[in-house]
């Protein structure tokens, strides 16, 4: 898949106002609106079903489950599922064309057209640069089945007009000139290049090549250098006009809207397209059956070894696939799976993972494991196909498929309630031939019965079906099934048609309404105080987000641990006291619950997605988890091989390697100390240091009551959250006392490195100038912004002058942060190139500063960023997981998102002069200090 620079949450906006969200988050659901405007935007229609009354063109098809189908006249199918829950708005344009559809010559050409599309029309003649003055979280992305345009939203009927707007001119009216092929050129080869980088991505793409003789899915969705470097203008229009057709096309629109009125803006922007009087080509290739397996092997600098093992199988509409998605997500599971347990535990590999892939036509599964430097590849590709092949199905019992189809359910309904995630999943049901499957998959997999899974996986896990990376000799080979066609009227008679989704209240973003709703407060207990922020609200799914903050110790106390704080807290999920690694995993599965626990010096990260229904259950899983750990010998031997095999890769990329030693130059710590950066080879020093003893003391002397906070939002009950915390702490040591670990600002020469990194096509470029700056200070927000104009969108003087104009690198921007608690902060700037424009690239970046230390912005530029951060900021307080992130940052500066109103209030304020004030003030060019990672001898 191919993916434009991320434009959701850009990095500026997100550097202090806002907290990351993590990758199981957005199911944001709120509570009751008022309809007066307010400080972000106006009040907002509820999502509404459509009336009876359709406009002139437009029926409707079907319903299911809240998701209304309709039809133009023009053959534009549209899907709508309106959502109450969040204030955000998804809309996704799915284009059934991908690479499958490229004849000879022309591979890459659906990808080509995906970038040359945001370089825009006559009429809207920059798309990116416009998606982000409105706030657009946009992009787009390539796969061999489809062609997918999406935007997510701070909801907003004249941002849904316009985005509708664009999406039909789009359809007809894109440039496709010369002059913006030219352009992109460089970038589509940097993409290129950037997947060249990883050993993973080759192996997959060559061992595809040698699976599919005749079949387009054998070749890469970017293409082939040649055809993309020699494609010519007028056939890359032809493609665009054979395929980029609304009879070819699903709209999909998800979340907080008016559906009678989105209906109305459809058909008013895509019901003047003509149906086209072409018809689009056949497709006639068929891959044949494999008959005996076939091997690759590659060869290249960098990275630890990897196995593979890929099979055919049929495509994603069938009833076949999904028994074998199902079963290859049994087979690979972790730790209970069969190729863990013959592999990883066996300390033949250090992971393994399995997957199908789902595709339009027959597609394929992949197994693989990531093999430790030192161990035999060979004998764990030996071990791999054996486990498939032979003993491995025969394992499978009841409580696997139990545990895999629940995990599978759970996902399935998070997707649901989620409208962004919605979307993206009908899209991909699109791809693959009906968006109906989105909902017949549920329907499959509650039916799936064990000997189903076993019968499927035994009749295509066949080492004739196979291909690999070793040649093995099969004595008596055994043809895998044809794939039949698939029949989906079976299943669309199950389906409940008409049926609507239930409605949650919506529910008000704006800061101060938040601040209202919130519940703060300290439980005093007689281990230490909890500092409380609870945000009880209407979810969809009843959906619940927590974080649970706990500090021990100080810089002094911490002094020589080294890497076991990290090791202590990854342990917390891989055994307990009466509970193995596979038995908490149940647990959560159960439950319908994420847990992670991340340690960041002397704190301790705890984040948690339940339900109303289970997050008393969950929380006290936490806290059983956090008092009695098992830190079992054989999970913290496979956490250590692991982890070498991490910074055995880190070692060779140009990404690490940058990042590495802008940290570690002129840094102030000791060897000892816990803020310090250690090389490669201290950190597998320090892994080496990692014992169950060492992590049980750690753990003993440090974890406990004392310094603890906690930040629910969703659907919960307060008291109860409250009577599972006294529970929960009851009798726990206190914990050391905690002390910040300051974080001053210190002096950093600039120095230019020049880092080797042989064998890599793709080079990176980082620049970091160290800042004396808190977030008090009055010149911030006009940083912020100056930053964000810089770098921080599509829109920014780095992108347009280095990626639109100079077309020098696929992503490029920089970010600044200051300190809540002591004057320090940084300016980073960030870049990746061809190796061969390494040099290029570093000139160009100091270019485009100079520039614009010297020109300034216009009071239109400022006005525009603004209102683009404002709106950045509002979709980012539609997301449960953001607000509960947000508020325990806040019960640490003692603050709330009355913080952040004041930050908007300023920044809404500014004139263009402080702006400029400011980045001269502090943004200097000439004191950076630039690390560039590119190999010395590049290729042509």
């Known amino acids: 898949m191919s993916r434009l620079k991320p434009l959701l949450f850009p990095l500026l906006a997100f550097c202090l106002l806002t907290a990351p969200i993590p990758p199981h988050a957005a199911h944001a659901a709120p509570a009751a609106a008022s309809p007066a ?25 079907v319903m299911i489950e809240g998701v209304a189908e309709y039809r133009l006249d023009n053959g534009l199918q549209v899907l709508l599922a309106p959502d109450d829950s969040r204030a955000q708005t998804t809309v996704n344009m799915s284009y059934r064309v991908g690479s499958r559809n490229e004849g000879p010559g022309e591979t890459g050409m659906a990808h080509l057209l995906e970038h040359l599309l945001f370089r825009g029309s006559p009429k809207y003649p920059d798309a990116l640069a416009e998606f982000a003055r409105r706030g657009l979280a946009a992009n787009g992305s390539t796969t061999a089945d489809l062609t997918n345009y999406y935007a997510t939203f701070a909801s907003d009927p004249e941002t849904l007009r316009w985005y509708l707007a664009w999406q039909a001119d789009a359809m007809l009216n894109a440039r496709i ?84 009125q989105a209906l109305q803006w459809i058909a008013r922007e895509f019901g003047p397209i003509a149906r086209p009087a072409r018809a689009l080509p056949p497709e006639y290739t068929v891959e044949p059956v494999q008959q005996g397996a076939r091997s690759v092997t590659l060869r290249r ?19 076949a696939y999904t028994a074998l998605s199902i079963g290859s997500a049994m087979l690979a599971d972790t730790p209970a799976g069969p190729l863990y347990q013959a592999l990883v535990a066996k300390g033949l590999a250090s992971s393994v993972f399995g997957f199908a892939r789902p595709m339009k036509q027959p597609g394929y599964a992949v197994f693989g494991a990531q093999v430790q430097p030192g161990a035999d590849p060979h004998a764990a590709l030996s071990a791999l196909e054996h486990v498939l092949e032979a003993g491995g199905i025969g394992q499978l019992d009841q409580a696997a498929l139990d545990r895999i189809r629940t995990a599978w359910l759970n ?4 997707t649901f309630n989620q409208s962004g995630a919605l979307a993206q999943a009908l899209s991909d049901a699109v791809a693959w031939g009906d968006w109906r499957l989105f909902f017949i998959e549920r329907l499959r997999v509650r039916a799936l019965t064990l000997d189903t899974v076993r019968a499927q996986l035994g009749a295509w896990l066949l080492p004739s079906n196979r291909t690999s990376g070793l040649y093995l000799p099969t004595p008596d080979p055994k043809d895998a099934p044809a794939p039949a066609p698939a029949d989906l009227q079976p299943w669309i008679g ?29 439980l005093a207990l007689p281990n230490g105080p909890v500092d409380l922020a609870l945000l009880p609200k209407a979810t969809a799914g009843e959906q619940v987000h927590a974080v649970l903050r706990m500090g021990f110790g100080d810089a002094d106390e911490l002094r020589g641990q080294g890497l076991t704080p990290f090791a202590t807290g990854a342990m917390l999920l891989r055994g307990a006291r009466d509970m193995s690694r596979q038995q908490i995993e149940d647990r959560l599965n159960e439950l319908d619950s994420e847990l992670s626990f991340g340690t960041d010096g002397n704190v301790l990260n705890v984040s948690l997605r339940s339900s109303r229904e289970h997050l008393s259950d969950a929380l006290d899983l936490v806290f059983h988890l956090l008092r009695a750990p098992a830190f079992p010998e054989n999970e913290l031997e496979r956490l250590k091989r692991s982890l070498r095999t991490r910074v055995e890769d880190d070692a060779s990329s140009p990404a690490y390697l940058v990042r590495n030693t802008l940290r570690r130059h002129d840094q102030p710590w000791a060897p000892d100390d816990i803020r310090y950066t250690p090389t490669t080879a201290e950190v597998l020093a320090q892994v080496g240091d990692l014992s169950r003893d060492r992590l049980r003391k750690f753990h003993d002397r440090f974890y406990g009551a004392g310094h603890l906070s906690l930040a629910v939002v969703g659907d919960f009950d307060p008291a109860d959250v409250e009577r599972r915390l006294r529970a929960g702490l009851d009798g726990w040591r206190a914990a050391p006392a905690y002390e910040r670990l300051p974080d001053p600002w210190y002096a950093m020469k600039p120095e230019l490195f020049r880092i080797p990194a042989p ?3 793709n080079a990176e470029y980082r620049a970091v100038l160290p800042l004396k700056l808190r977030d008090t200070d009055p010149r911030w927000p006009a940083l912020m912004l100056a930053n964000y104009l810089i770098g921080g969108s599509e829109d920014s003087r780095l992108w347009q002058g280095i990626r639109v104009r100079g077309g020098l690198s696929y992503g490029v921007g920089s970010a600044v942060s200051a300190s809540p608690f002591e004057d320090s902060g940084a300016w980073t700037l960030f870049a990746s190139t061809a190796a061969r424009n390494a040099g290029a690239l570093r000139d160009a970046m100091r270019t485009v500063l100079d520039e614009t230390l010297k020109t300034g912005f ?81 290729k042509p």
């Open 411 to 414: 996902d399935w309904k998070q």
């Open 177 to 260: 000139a010369r002059a913006d092929l030219d352009a992109e050129m460089p970038v589509v080869r940097n993409e290129m290049e950037r997947g060249e980088n990883s050993p993973f991505s080759m192996l997959m793409q060559q061992v595809a090549s040698a699976a599919y003789v005749w079949h387009p899915y054998g070749r890469s969705v970017i293409g082939a250098r040649s055809d993309v470097e020699h494609v010519g203008i007028e056939p890359l229009r032809a493609f665009y006009h054979r395929y980029y057709q609304p009879d070819n096309a699903t709209l999909i629109v998800t979340g907080r809207f008016d559906a009678r």
């Open 37 to 61: 405007a307010t400080a972000s935007g106006p009040a907002l229609a509820p999502a509404t079903a459509p009336s009876p009354a359709l406009p002139a063109g437009v029926r409707q098809v």
């Open 301 to 319: 600098i960098g990275g630890s070894p990897i196995a593979l093992a890929q099979y055919h199988l049929p495509e994603a509409a069938s009833d």
């Open 494 to 522: 199950r389906l409940d048609t008409g049926t609507e989704r239930p409605a949650v209240a919506a529910f008000d973003t704006r800061p101060l309404a938040i601040d209202a709703a919130t519940r703060r407060s300290v």
């Open 759 to 761: 064998g890599k096509a």
């Open 858 to 938: 216009t009071q239109a530029e400022v006005d525009q960023g603004v209102q683009s951060l404002v709106n950045y900021l509002e979709l980012g307080r539609s997301d449960d997981a953001y607000l509960a992130g947000r508020w325990i940052d806040y019960l640490d500066t003692d603050r709330s998102f009355a913080w952040q109103q004041r930050v908007i209030d300023q920044l809404r304020g500014l004139k263009a002069g402080q702006v400029n004030a400011a980045m001269r003030d502090l943004l200097k060019p000439d004191a950076l200090s630039i690390a560039v990672a590119a190999d010395p001898d590049p």
